[in-house]
């Protein structure tokens, strides 16, 4: 995959969001007559696109019946020795972010907390949190591979 493309109502405020996750802007261009960029980082790339207009994104994380793209997700097994300490690390720039710029920044959202899910042969910690427009994403990272 080439990157995920992600449409957001304030690229500058989305741009600081990612860049705290640990993504870097790679290209900066238009798109029409519009603003974007690509950003990499935590093994993946992903396109911003500055919407004119916006309206606000559905609550696709609350609603069961939504169709469609549900969330990005980022892997920091390489990056974290355990979920909850990611988080907290996270939570803490945040929270200092917005206190230094709130026009910019606002305070980590955790819409799940991280919790474990066994998926084929793997443990895996995940969690959900809410980026500047709302949109869920996940932070997964693996615990243990299962011998079978």
């Not at 004119?52 to 169709?67: R, S």
């Not at 920091?76 to 206190?99: A, M, P, R, W």
Request: proline share 5%; net charge negative; with cysteine.
């Amino acid at each position: 995959m080439h990157h995920v493309s992600i449409r957001t109502a304030d690229i500058h405020r989305a741009i600081a969001f990612y860049e705290q996750l640990g993504f870097n802007i790679s290209e900066r261009f238009t798109t029409g007559y519009t603003l974007a960029c690509w950003m990499e980082g935590i093994g993946s790339r992903i396109e911003l696109i500055q919407i004119p207009e916006p309206k606000p994104a559905p609550n696709i994380f609350a609603d069961l019946h939504y169709v469609g793209y549900y969330h990005l997700s980022f892997d920091v097994t390489e990056y974290s020795i355990n979920l909850s300490s990611y988080l907290n690390y996270l939570q803490d720039i945040f929270i200092q972010k917005s206190q230094e710029n709130p026009e910019k920044f606002q305070p980590l959202v955790v819409m799940l907390g991280p919790t474990q899910q066994k998926i084929g042969d793997s443990i895996y910690e995940v969690a959900f949190i809410s980026d500047t427009d709302g949109l869920p994403v996940e932070i997964i990272r693996i615990l243990t591979t299962l011998k079978c």
